[in-house]
Structures are given as structure tokens and as C-alpha cells.
Nanobody, 123 residues
Framework: VQLVESGGGSVQTGDSLTLSCAASGSTHLLNAMGWYRQAPGQERKVVAYITIPNGETNYVDSVKGRFTISRDNAKNTMYLQMNSLNVGDTAVYYC?????????????????WGQGTQVTVSS
């Protein structure tokens, strides 16, 4: 599975951005996708994730009510709508996809990452 992110940029406090993550390849093996972010000097942390195909979502507390994760199953694309951005949201945002391959003699967990896209929020 290949993941390609887009939509990052530099904005001001209060602005909005939408990130996209297009998945290709063996997407039928996926059971969840998510967005993570990594600020300078900090660990990479989950922001939100969505299950496949049920579309159940979950968010870290700091983005609840401001960010919305969604997925267009037909396009194999995941989105992160980010509203009311603040300086604390500045980070590199990564797309993640998880799944499992049961075609072989044993279960093989799958974990894929995109290249990351920079989001910078200035006051």
C-alpha cells in the first residue's frame, strides 16, 4: 500500500486546512487509517483515526470539535478537516494505514506511513 499526503501549508491562527491521503495498492487489506503528527522535538502522536469499512472515528482530546476525519471509500482517500487551527497544531502530519494479510500460512500485520506534510500555524 502506498500513501500520498497533500494539503499542508502555512496558515494563521483560526484558519482552516484540509489534509488528504490517497491510498493505492492492496487497500482491500486495510482495516483502519489515521492521522498522526510530530512537532519538533516531540514524539509522533495519533490525532485521529477511522475504521474501515464502518467509518468509526476517534480523536485525541486536543482536536475534538475542531478536526474531522473522513474517508471516501470509492476514492480510497482519507481527509482531515482542520478548523480553528492554533500554534499548538504546528507539526508534520503523517497518514497511517493498518491492516492484515491472511493470504499466507500465518497472519501478517500491515502498517504503512505516508511521507508527511508540514502544517505551520502562526499567531
Amino acid at each position: 500500500v502506498q500513501l500520498v499526503e497533500s494539503g499542508g501549508g502555512s496558515v494563521q491562527t483560526g484558519d482552516s486546512l484540509t489534509l488528504s491521503c490517497a491510498a493505492s495498492g492492496s487497500t482491500h487489506l486495510l482495516n483502519a487509517m489515521g492521522w498522526y503528527r510530530q512537532a519538533p522535538g516531540q514524539e509522533r502522536k495519533v490525532v485521529a483515526y477511522i475504521t474501515i469499512p464502518n467509518g468509526e472515528t476517534n480523536y485525541v482530546d486536543s482536536v475534538k470539535g475542531r478536526f474531522t476525519i473522513s474517508r471516501d471509500n470509492a476514492k480510497n482517500t482519507m481527509y482531515l478537516q482542520m478548523n480553528s487551527l492554533n500554534v499548538g497544531d504546528t507539526a508534520v502530519y503523517y497518514c497511517n494505514a493498518e491492516g492484515g494479510d491472511t493470504s499466507g500460512s500465518y497472519y501478517k500485520p500491515l502498517d504503512y506511513w505516508g511521507q508527511g506534510t508540514q502544517v505551520t500555524v502562526s499567531s
